[in-house]
């Protein structure tokens, strides 16, 4: 079953501007992990937060995590055509390293 | 650093007949992970397996999926028989074992199976 669900499901923008993708997840989660997914390719892993962390950024991402309100986004600055791809989040709970994913966001980024 | 290797990457099957898919991890990882993604879905885990062992298969359906790790190396995942809605991606992925070394896993491109 899955964990997370992502929202929106699909987002199209113009290159250059910034992309959100949300991800809500159901239980307590020790790690919250982002991967991307380009077509015909396997995930590539992006960024990884703790579930004691709030806020992370890797180049144009920048990832918050709301334990609270069980839900994290994932941010995309200035966005590329090398962007378009579907992006999944995946969580992981103590003591058990068992990936559990969400349904993914299709984003395509125009030219 | 070679990647998580796996053969084949399409195939083509009819339904009731066996299919078997390989997954060499990446050199020292001790974990070995296989996901069946559906089209439109995240990846659900399948199997893990620490070395030879596999840990967590409460996923795996078991009357018609088996696998196996036999050297803790490479890893065979196999449907026998297979029926139409077994058509998906198969993933495999691997990372460093224990405790604090991290959740990220490595994946491989995959094998997109079809069975008509």
């Known amino acids: 079953s899955q964990q997370g669900e992502e929202d929106p499901q699909a987002l199209s923008i113009q290159e250059g501007e910034n992309a959100t993708m949300n991800c809500s997840y159901k239980?307590?989660?020790?790690?919250l992990q982002w991967y991307r997914q380009n077509s015909g390719r396997g995930l590539v892993h992006l960024i990884l937060?703790?579930?004691?962390?709030r806020e992370k950024h890797s180049g144009r991402l920048r990832v918050t995590l709301d334990t609270s309100k069980k839900s994290s986004s994932l941010l995309i600055t200035a966005s590329r055509a090398a962007d378009t791809a579907s992006y999944f989040c995946?969580?992981?709970?103590?003591?058990?390293?068992?990936?559990?994913f969400g349904t993914g966001t299709r984003l395509t980024i125009i030219p | 650093e070679a990647g998580v290797v796996q053969s084949p990457r399409y195939k083509i099957i009819e339904k009731k007949q066996p299919v078997a898919f390989w997954c060499n991890p990446i050199s020292g990882h001790n974990t070995l992970y296989w996901y069946r993604q559906n089209l439109g879905q995240g990846p659900e885990l399948l199997i893990r397996?620490?070395?030879?062992?596999?840990v967590d298969d409460s996923q795996l359906p078991k009357d018609r999926f088996s696998a196996e790790r036999l050297k803790g190396v490479d890893s065979t995942l196999k449907i026998q028989p297979a029926e139409l809605g077994d058509s998906a991606v198969y993933l495999c992925?691997?990372?460093?074992?224990?405790w604090g070394a991290g959740h990220e896993q490595y994946f491989g491109p995959g094998t997109r199976l079809t069975v008509t």
């Open positions: 995946a969580t992981d709970r103590f003591g058990n390293e068992k990936l559990t």
């Open positions: 239980t307590s989660i020790n790690n």
């Open positions: 992925a691997s990372s460093p074992s224990g």
């Open positions: 937060i703790r579930s004691n962390e």
């Open positions: 397996y620490e070395n030879e062992e596999a």
